[in-house]
């Protein structure tokens, strides 16, 4: 149980386009869905917190009008990658919080989104 | 500010014991988890430790001293495939996530 896809897995835009990334809950639904960026041989770095039905709360650094997040439902987040830049280029990661399990702060990880802007 | 350290690269022996130590400062604590992390995929959920002391799971365990701000990931019996990023990671008071830059671990035959 406990599943988490993304889709795509690795994606290669044009600079200044734009490209979006969804991350599903498969088998529970999610109330707190988290986007998260790592760069090569680093940690991960929260990007934004999104709540289903409100709007995403963005880390100190992470223009929101770049990274739009919509939490449309339980079980649905996209991440869209707007004018997208060669530095843009990362591997992108969802994780999703349990809805019937309000006392755990475990996290349940997509298998990530490899984008690379050309 | 908050603060999580952990070495940035260990190396281990087939069938050895190590362990990967985790210190932290942070404000509140509400429990500290670890993952590990295969290169080009997402973190997977190791452990979860709230209370101290030691909590074992097959041939992983992992340890917390909240009023030393440490913690330890203890992995016996290495096996190749345990080569990761091993990432701990503490909940604040705010219920957020700090992350540490992780501890990769090279197993050698």
């Known amino acids: 149980g406990a599943v988490v896809s993304q889709h795509p897995s690795w994606v290669i835009c044009k600079s200044g386009t734009s490209v979006k990334i969804e991350c599903r809950s498969l088998?529970?639904?999610?109330?707190?869905m988290f986007w998260y960026r790592q760069f090569p041989k680093q940690s991960l770095m929260l990007m934004a917190t999104?709540?289903?039905?409100?709007?995403?709360?963005?880390e100190q650094g992470v223009e929101k009008d770049k990274f739009l997040i919509n939490h449309a439902s339980l079980t649905l987040s996209t991440l869209t990658v707007t004018s997208a830049h060669p530095e843009d280029s990362s591997f992108y990661i969802c994780?999703?919080?349990?809805?019937?399990?309000?006392?755990?702060?475990?996290?349940?990880f997509g298998p990530g989104t490899r984008l690379t802007v050309t | 500010g908050q603060n999580i350290d952990q070495p940035t690269e260990m190396t281990a022996t087939e069938g050895a014991i190590v362990q990967i130590n985790c210190t932290y400062q942070?404000?509140?604590?509400?429990?500290l988890f670890w993952y590990q992390q295969h290169a080009g995929e997402a973190p997977t959920f190791l452990s979860y430790?709230?209370l101290d002391g030691l909590e074992e799971k097959g041939r992983f365990s992992s340890f917390l001293s909240r009023s030393k701000g440490y913690s330890y990931l203890l992995l016996k019996e290495l096996q190749m495939k345990d080569s990761a990023s091993y990432l701990c990671?503490?909940?604040?008071?705010?219920?957020?996530?700090?992350w540490g830059a992780g501890t990769k671990l090279i197993i050698k035959p």
């Open positions: 942070t404000s509140g604590f509400n429990g």
């Open positions: 990671a503490v909940i604040d008071s705010n219920y957020q996530l700090i």
């Open positions: 994780s999703a919080r349990p809805l019937d399990r309000p006392d755990s702060y475990e996290q349940y």
């Open positions: 999104s709540n289903e039905g409100s709007k995403a709360t963005y």
């Open positions: 088998d529970f639904q999610a109330t707190t």
């Open positions: 430790n709230v």
